[in-house]
């Protein structure tokens, strides 16, 4: 399935680059709303036009539902589920429970004795609760005179906090340190690293961490693989060049869902991606037509590098390279490495998306990979392009060269 690209031109006189899956998912991430998100909204979370949305929207109305379109009671919990998760954080973030005093080991007695001293100095006399105390009357008079100080520096932490958690609740809590950063400073907000770090730690704001994965590449012995085109060097000097692709699984209910992708190597923008319940060739020719519709159909020489799994090695998809003048490649068998980008992708999506989720339906695993997948092209930052998004790179990288060419 492919994504709208704002930093591409369209192909006039060529096929709608939006496939039927494409306008479906759309259709049901809007519906999933229930009125509460406008078409605007939506239609800038998944990177189309808010009309063309709502034409789909309306088309789908005057469809009759068929069985298949019909929600279940699963699908009806799963649009409680995402209006539940649209009003903010989910809850289990670590986060104290409101007006509750937590302290860091060791503060109780550091951040009270001066306020007991304050308290009761006028009973007392400073130097006699200092005495039995133990502390220098010196330090108490510090910390007095650094009240003012002390409450500003507060505010300020407490409001950079609350932007931290804005960002992290955009990005559904994906988000690590580097990211968290890269979005602040993007926003105008230049922060010191460390002190986002010693913040989310302290405030319990934790980015998703990568879980185990499972093998899915099948190797078909009886095809001989193409050559390796790409040498793990995975870089292109422009747009389709070089691509990669790769299947997953997503695990839904109590089988699998399969999720194939073509990435550019560019921009690491997912230029096509389609899910279906088989690993059938028919799954990796559907997403490579996607990905060939995205372009225009003007592919002819990009160079599509994959694993020697037996879907790529098939002659049906060879055959349907061929059509397109695209130039197969192939890794070694049992080398990540040699594959890399695409398992990178992979790794973020199931640290970022799937990070404890518990799909009981297609329907919900499909809203929930387009609305990560679209996030990922629009906004996602990158950290080998300058924590740039896919689609913010695409457009700088075409801006410089019109600038280059019109000098």
């Given at each position: 399935m492919d994504l709208v690209d704002p930093g591409r031109e369209v192909q006039t006189g060529?096929?709608?680059?939006?496939?039927?899956?494409?306008?479906?998912?759309?259709?049901?991430?809007?519906?999933?709303?229930?009125?509460?998100?406008?078409?605007?909204?939506?239609?800038?979370?998944?990177?189309?036009?808010?009309?063309?949305?709502?034409?789909?929207?309306?088309?789908?109305?005057?469809?009759?539902?068929?069985?298949g379109q019909m929600l279940n009671a699963e699908e009806r919990a799963e649009l409680a589920r995402l209006?539940?998760?649209?009003?903010?954080?989910?809850?289990?973030?670590?986060?104290?429970?409101?007006?509750?005093?937590?302290?860091?080991?060791?503060d109780e007695v550091r951040a009270r004795?001066?306020?007991?001293?304050?308290?009761?100095?006028?009973?007392?006399?400073?130097q006699r609760l200092c005495e039995i105390l133990g502390v220098a009357r010196s330090g108490y008079y510090a910390w007095r005179a650094g009240a003012r100080a002390r409450a500003d520096r507060a505010?300020?932490?407490?409001?950079?906090?609350?932007?931290?958690?804005?960002?992290?609740?955009?990005?559904?809590?994906?988000?690590?340190?580097?990211?968290?950063?890269?979005?602040?400073?993007?926003?105008?907000?230049?922060?010191?690293?460390?002190?986002?770090?010693?913040?989310m730690r302290e405030h319990g704001i934790i980015g998703r961490h990568l879980r185990k994965r499972c093998r899915t590449l099948v190797q078909d012995r009886s095809v001989p693989p193409a050559p390796d085109l790409v040498g793990?060097?995975?870089?292109?000097?422009?747009?389709?060049?070089?691509?990669?692709?790769?299947?997953?699984?997503?695990?839904?209910?109590?089988?699998?869902?399969?999720?194939?992708?073509?990435?550019?190597?560019?921009?690491?923008?997912?230029v096509g991606w389609s899910m279906a319940d088989h690993m059938c060739i028919r799954l990796v020719a559907d997403v490579l037509k996607a990905a060939v519709a995205t372009c225009g159909g003007l592919v002819d020489g990009v160079i599509f590098h994959s694993d020697r799994g037996s879907q790529y090695g098939s002659a049906e998809f060879a055959g349907l390279c061929r059509c397109h003048g695209?130039?197969?490649?192939?890794?070694?068998?049992?080398?990540?490495?040699?594959?890399?980008?695409?398992?990178?992708?992979?790794?973020?999506?199931k640290r970022e998306l799937m990070h404890g989720a518990r799909w009981a339906s297609q329907h919900q695993a499909r809203l929930e990979v387009f609305r990560w997948v679209s996030f990922c092209n629009?906004?996602?930052?990158?950290?080998?392009?300058?924590?740039?998004?896919?689609?913010?790179?695409?457009?700088?990288?075409?801006a410089s060269r019109r600038i280059t060419l019109a000098a």
């Amino acid at each position: 399935m492919d994504l709208v690209d704002p930093g591409r031109e369209v192909q006039t006189g060529c096929p709608s680059k939006y496939s039927d899956e494409f306008r479906r998912d759309a259709v049901a991430l809007y519906r999933a709303s229930e009125g509460r998100r406008t078409f605007a909204a939506v239609a800038k979370e998944i990177g189309v036009n808010h009309e063309t949305l709502r034409n789909w929207v309306r088309a789908a109305d005057t469809e009759p539902a068929s069985a298949g379109q019909m929600l279940n009671a699963e699908e009806r919990a799963e649009l409680a589920r995402l209006r539940t998760a649209e009003r903010g954080v989910a809850g289990r973030e670590g986060d104290p429970a409101p007006g509750s005093r937590v302290f860091r080991t060791g503060d109780e007695v550091r951040a009270r004795r001066w306020d007991f001293i304050s308290a009761h100095a006028a009973e007392f006399g400073v130097q006699r609760l200092c005495e039995i105390l133990g502390v220098a009357r010196s330090g108490y008079y510090a910390w007095r005179a650094g009240a003012r100080a002390r409450a500003d520096r507060a505010a300020a932490e407490a409001a950079l906090v609350g932007e931290i958690r804005e960002v992290h609740r955009e990005t559904r809590g994906a988000y690590g340190v580097p990211r968290v950063r890269a979005e602040l400073r993007a926003q105008g907000r230049v922060v010191n690293r460390k002190r986002i770090a010693r913040l989310m730690r302290e405030h319990g704001i934790i980015g998703r961490h990568l879980r185990k994965r499972c093998r899915t590449l099948v190797q078909d012995r009886s095809v001989p693989p193409a050559p390796d085109l790409v040498g793990r060097d995975f870089t292109a000097g422009g747009p389709d060049v070089r691509w990669v692709g790769d299947i997953t699984y997503l695990p839904v209910g109590g089988s699998w869902m399969y999720l194939a992708t073509v990435i550019d190597l560019h921009s690491r923008r997912l230029v096509g991606w389609s899910m279906a319940d088989h690993m059938c060739i028919r799954l990796v020719a559907d997403v490579l037509k996607a990905a060939v519709a995205t372009c225009g159909g003007l592919v002819d020489g990009v160079i599509f590098h994959s694993d020697r799994g037996s879907q790529y090695g098939s002659a049906e998809f060879a055959g349907l390279c061929r059509c397109h003048g695209i130039r197969r490649s192939m890794g070694k068998v049992g080398s990540s490495y040699d594959n890399a980008a695409a398992e990178s992708f992979f790794a973020s999506l199931k640290r970022e998306l799937m990070h404890g989720a518990r799909w009981a339906s297609q329907h919900q695993a499909r809203l929930e990979v387009f609305r990560w997948v679209s996030f990922c092209n629009l906004r996602r930052r990158h950290s080998t392009l300058g924590y740039l998004s896919p689609v913010q790179f695409e457009q700088q990288t075409a801006a410089s060269r019109r600038i280059t060419l019109a000098a």
